[in-house]
């Protein structure tokens, strides 16, 4: 009659009903009628797991039947009504669906919060159970209404019954939200016992007492003695289960600052020990050791009844704000190295550096850079001066010169800069001027910015202003035969922001103006006539080879605005790293749009000794008159019609530039001690450049290394 699927349908429906019927024994814990209930459910488990899994339904309903009949007045009505709920489901199976709408009312006669179980039921056993629900709902209306209930507030009153049913579904947290939106519009015993109940279900046992004694309180007022009663056995219950925890704290930190769960504890409590809840808590604690920032941040877990005692370690995690200022205005990875370095806050701070540095590449261009850098500055007074010396001493045999019939080529240049600034307290200023000779350039520049802290210093405005003039001569011709003016204007505004205790954010933007000729006086552009096309990377000879006999100077447009957006993230990872991320992005009237990235993590080996890996990618168009192959027109009188504009120089073709490497700084004096300290500093790094359209180079490979010696007094 009823398939092949009956069987296997009874007995997963069986094994349902019997965890349903186990699970309302231990819903409902010992009472007088214990050892009938225990009877009674072991009987319709039998029921269930046996007649009802064979599908011996005739057998199941006489044998239920009995039960029901036996436990009167002997079982609890919850039991009895499990029962009913059993003989609905075996009807509700064999299609009886008035039988078993008749069961489930006697169900909720017995118990109103009877339930199918959650699973094994069938649509058949479902569509009866709620006829049968909506036919009790009208057959015995429940008085919900808040005033029957003791309520003013019907919406206080619907939010405590949402707090019930929250509960019921195990959903602690909800209970404890409706309780409380309740108790906000209207204070109740009841509401305020069951939230505390919840509460302690949440093992959030401070508030549960809490809330307890707050209706112990109320109950007394009111003269309410049982209550008072039921209250006070709750507190007896829940006292033992409170935790505690005391902190161990270290020596020689000063600003010592402590936080548990995110609460501020106040330096005069460090010392006590706290009742805190059970379960999971979060420790932070900051402050400072010799100069240095240092944090603490730990996950402990706590048992009811335990005392945890809480060791405060603290270790350098943080930056201080002139730390992340440092980090932000570093030019350089050794510079940004210098700014993580612990450092002693005294009234006069001095700086030196000597570097040397070195160039080469796959085309014979060699540089060496001996430079020296010394700055001093007052953290107190808010002044600093600063100076620094270099000089490149270049040599080369690259294909540019070689194209041009030039000798070896050589050059030095020599550079100075000087800065000066001044900031006492909220505003302040920075002077900055610099001078470069060559042999074929001067270079002058004078600047100043000015800068604002807002927001408790995590909030750095600035702005600045510099303007250059360059002369652009020719390397043994004097000025007054030939020399050219060119200068730049160049207007700067940023912030900076600090975002955490570990980590600074900096955005900014350039707008710079340039005028004056820059082309260069012995740069020399290939013309071709009509449909000749070298390829891309010829050698010279080719370019020789196939040029016009003409040799017109390179020409470039007289005027150029660059615009430039930039960004810098600084990250403190763990306790002993540093991320610097920097992104760049370009744009000017010639057509040049550029993109670059750089990279570098900074990693304390240990406490003397830091490594980096560093990564670099620039990638760039072209501008809008570069041509690798520029043509010239022969006229009938002899001259030719060129170009306008006119360069070889690939710094203005669309190329891309990778490096990569890193470095290290090992220090020879103990950085933890000493007002005097010495570290070494070196680096190297490998450059891969590839030119998209250009003659003579398409790809060139060079190595870039630094060592150097610097020094810090205090």
């Not at 809490?210 to 829940?238: C, H, P, S, Y």
């Not at 005028?515 to 390829?535: C, E, L, T, W």
Request: hydrophobic share 40%; charged share 25%; with cysteine.
């Amino acid at each position: 009659m009823y398939g092949g699927n009956v069987g296997s349908r009874s007995r997963g429906l069986a094994l349902a009903l019997a965890c349903f019927v186990g699970s309302v024994a231990f819903a409902h814990p010992a009472r007088a009628g214990e050892k009938d209930d225990a009877t009674a459910i072991a009987a319709i488990d039998k029921v269930v797991t046996g007649d009802l899994a064979d599908a011996n339904f005739g057998e199941a309903k006489k044998k239920l039947r009995g039960i029901i009949d036996k436990c009167k007045g002997k079982c609890s009505s919850a039991v009895i009504a499990r029962a009913h709920v059993a003989a609905g489901m075996v009807n509700a199976q064999i299609n009886q669906p008035d039988e078993a709408i008749k069961s489930f009312v006697d169900a909720f006669k017995e118990d109103p919060n009877a339930a199918l179980p959650e699973k094994g039921t069938t649509p058949p056993m479902k569509t009866a159970f709620e006829a049968a629900q909506k036919k009790w709902i009208t057959d015995n209306p429940q008085p919900d209404d808040a005033q029957k209930a003791g309520f003013v507030s019907k919406q206080a009153f619907d939010l405590a019954k949402a707090a019930v049913t929250a509960e019921a579904a195990g959903n602690f947290s909800e209970c404890i939200d409706k309780d409380k939106a309740a108790l906000t519009i209207e204070e109740q015993i009841r509401t305020r016992m069951h939230l505390a109940g919840c509460e302690a279900k949440a093992l959030k046992i401070i508030d549960a007492l809490r809330d307890n004694v707050k209706a112990m309180e109320a109950a007394k007022q009111k003269g309410d003695q049982a209550t008072v009663k039921v209250i006070q056995e709750r507190v007896t219950e829940l006292l033992p289960r409170v935790s505690h925890a005391k902190f161990e704290l270290p020596n020689g930190v000063t600003e010592l600052k402590i936080s548990f769960d995110e609460r501020a504890i106040p330096p005069a409590r460090f010392a006590e020990n706290f009742t805190i809840d059970p379960g999971a808590h979060s420790v932070h604690a900051e402050g400072i050791l010799r100069g240095a920032r240092v944090s603490y941040d730990q996950k402990v877990e706590v048992k009811e009844t335990e005392t945890a005692i809480i060791k405060i370690t603290l270790k350098p995690a943080a930056l201080t704000q002139a730390q992340l200022e440092c980090l932000v205005g570093a030019k350089s990875q050794e510079e940004a190295m210098n700014c993580v370095g612990p450092s002693q806050k005294s009234t006069l701070v001095a700086h030196a550096r000597l570097d040397m540095s070195a160039y080469n590449d796959s085309y014979s261009v060699e540089v060496l850079t001996p430079s020296l850098t010394a700055s001093v500055s007052s953290p107190t007074a808010g002044w600093n001066v600063g100076a620094s010396y270099l000089l490149d001493m270049l040599t080369a045999a690259s294909p540019d010169v070689t194209s041009t019939a030039s000798p070896h080529f050589k050059d030095t240049r020599n550079a100075v800069t000087l800065t000066g600034g001044y900031k006492p307290d909220r505003w302040g200023a920075q002077l900055f001027g610099a001078y470069s000779t060559e042999a074929d350039y001067i270079s002058r520049t004078l600047g100043l910015s000015l800068t604002g802290d807002f927001n408790e210093k995590a909030i750095t405005p600035r702005i600045g202003y510099a303007h250059s003039q360059d002369t652009v001569g020719r390397a043994g011709t004097p000025e007054s035969v030939f020399s050219r003016d060119f200068g730049t204007e160049e207007f700067t505004a940023g912030s900076t922001f600090v975002m955490s205790r570990v980590s600074v954010l900096a955005v900014g933007g350039t707008l710079s103006y340039e005028h004056g000729d820059q082309s260069k006086p012995y740069r020399y552009i290939p013309m071709f006539a009509a449909g000749v096309n070298p390829p891309v990377g010829a050698s010279y000879e080719t370019v020789n080879a196939d040029r016009l006999a003409v040799k017109p100077l390179e020409q470039l447009p007289l005027d150029r605005v660059r615009f430039a957006v930039a960004g810098r993230y600084v990250w403190r990872i763990k306790t002993n790293a540093t991320l610097r991320l920097d992104s760049r992005l370009y744009d000017d009237t010639w057509g040049v749009r550029a993109s670059t990235s750089d990279s570098r993590y900074m990693i304390d080996i240990s406490p003397r000794l830091r490594v980096w890996p560093h990564g670099h990618l620039h990638v760039q168009s072209g501008a809008v008159f570069y041509q690798r192959v520029y043509g010239a027109t022969p006229q009938p009188n002899g001259s030719v019609d060129l170009p306008k504009f006119r360069t070889s120089d690939r710094e203005l073709s669309p190329f891309a530039a990778l490096t990569g490497g890193g470095g290290a700084r090992f220090s020879l004096t103990d950085p933890a001690s000493g007002r005097l300290q010495i570290g070494l500093v070196a680096t190297a790094d490998v450059l891969f450049d590839y030119y998209f359209n250009t003659f003579y180079v398409r790809s060139r490979l060079g190595e870039y290394t630094t060592l150097g010696v610097e020094a810090d007094f205090e």
